[in-house]
């Protein structure tokens, strides 16, 4: 199996990670996420989108809580300390302006398409883009 590296800044830190990532042995419906398709960092939270959802982490990756199960998420982007938006399979786009921590604080957002998003870039609270399939 290939093994993709990827380099993220973070407040003019270099962290290079495995793509293959586990969140540390995490089971959802008794499969276990073995693979993170992208981390963002915010703070002293820890978040990770998976094929399984969004999941989040805030003892440096101890243990992850579920903020939104079933559907594939590719990319997470945080516009400030409270600002994010997650992307992924069939068009979802899941939008946090209080941080993200609790499960509560994502909500969908409609976008017209069921075409999987891949990444995005958020260049304020309220202007993005996407990238589809």
Excluded: H, P
């Excluded at 992307?87 to 993200?100: F, N, P």
């Excluded at 509560?104 to 409609?110: E, R, V």
Aim: aromatic share 10%.
């Amino acid at each position: 199996m290939k093994s993709l590296s990827l380099t993220t800044f973070f407040f003019g830190l270099c962290f290079c990670l495995d793509k293959n990532l586990e969140l540390n042995g995490t089971s959802v419906r008794g499969e276990d996420v073995n693979f993170v398709n992208v981390l963002a960092v915010n703070g002293t939270k820890i978040f990770g989108a998976t094929a399984y959802g969004l999941y989040v982490s805030t003892n440096n990756g101890t243990s992850w809580t579920t903020q939104s199960g079933g559907a594939t998420l590719n990319d997470i982007f945080f516009v400030g300390a409270s600002t994010a938006t997650a992307v992924g399979a069939y068009g979802m786009i899941l939008r946090t302006t209080i941080g993200g921590e609790i499960r509560t604080a994502w909500t969908s957002q409609l976008n017209g398409s069921n075409k999987s998003l891949q990444s995005e870039f958020l260049i304020g609270a309220n202007i993005g883009m996407t990238v589809s399939e």
